[in-house]
């Protein structure tokens, strides 16, 4: 119930293509949904978030889609660059009960843009 | 200052060694957290602080011993860890427990165990 299933395990793409990551979750309690950069040697760095009331969120280059009846959630990476290579997370979290506070993350997507 | 602030960035330690991992951040966040990062794995929650109160302990293994002593600061004290320990400890802060406006990572500190 807690888990946040993500695809693929690894993406690589040229550039100027679209990046394009898929996560799945089961339980419809959570309420916010993070996606989060890494790069080697470094933390997670928050990229964009959405929260189920909004179908779409855009910031830049990065787009979120939810599809809450479905409950599935992408990032569209737009006109990807070499410099985003790196790994991304998909989360969820609940701001309420046992489980406030708690991120539940996705099991990692590691892209890799081709000059 | 929008940094949360992990030392040391590396440490190496023996299994009978006492260390400790600090965090910092000045951005007046309530909540803060540990957590654990394996190789080519997500982020595994530790433990969460929210108002200086430990709030939540996934059940980590009492080796691992968090301390809160201010709204700025946490600590996570070792003691007789184990090679399987071995990862990169991660601290986080957000403003609160509801993570509105996300979490904020620190660079963590890469912990081997020999």
């Known amino acids: 119930q807690q888990q946040v299933k993500q695809s693929p395990q690894s993406l690589i793409v040229q550039k100027g293509g679209i990046s394009i990551i898929n996560c799945a979750y089961e339980?419809?309690?959570?309420?916010?949904f993070p996606w989060y950069q890494q790069f080697p040697g470094k933390g997670p760095a928050l990229l964009i978030a959405?929260?189920?009331?909004?179908s779409e969120k855009k910031e830049g280059r990065f787009t979120i889609s939810f599809n809450k009846s479905a409950k599935q959630f992408s990032l569209h990476i737009m006109d990807s660059q070499p410099g985003d290579s790196a790994t991304y997370f998909c989360?969820?979290?609940?701001?309420?009960?046992?489980?406030?506070?708690?991120?539940?993350f996705g099991q990692g997507t590691i892209l890799t843009v081709h000059p | 200052d929008t940094e949360v602030t992990q030392t040391p960035k590396h440490l190496v330690m023996g299994m009978t060694n006492k260390k400790s991992l600090k965090c910092e951040q000045h951005?007046?966040?309530?909540?803060m957290y540990w957590y654990k990062q394996k190789a080519k794995k997500p982020p595994e929650l530790m433990f969460v602080?929210?108002?200086?109160?430990?709030?939540i302990n996934e059940s980590v293994p009492s080796r691992f011993s968090p301390e809160c002593p201010n709204s700025s600061l946490l600590n996570l004290h070792l003691h007789a860890l184990q090679p399987e320990d071995s990862a990169l400890y991660l601290c986080?802060?957000?403003?609160?427990?509801?993570?509105?406006?996300?979490?904020?990572f620190g660079s963590g500190t890469r912990l081997t165990v020999v």
């Open positions: 986080a802060s957000s403003q609160d427990m509801a993570g509105d406006y996300g979490y904020t």
């Open positions: 339980n419809t309690a959570f309420d916010y």
């Open positions: 959405i929260r189920p009331d909004v």
């Open positions: 989360a969820a979290s609940i701001a309420g009960g046992t489980s406030y506070g708690k991120l539940t």
């Open positions: 951005m007046g966040h309530r909540a």
């Open positions: 602080y929210s108002y200086e109160k430990l709030s």
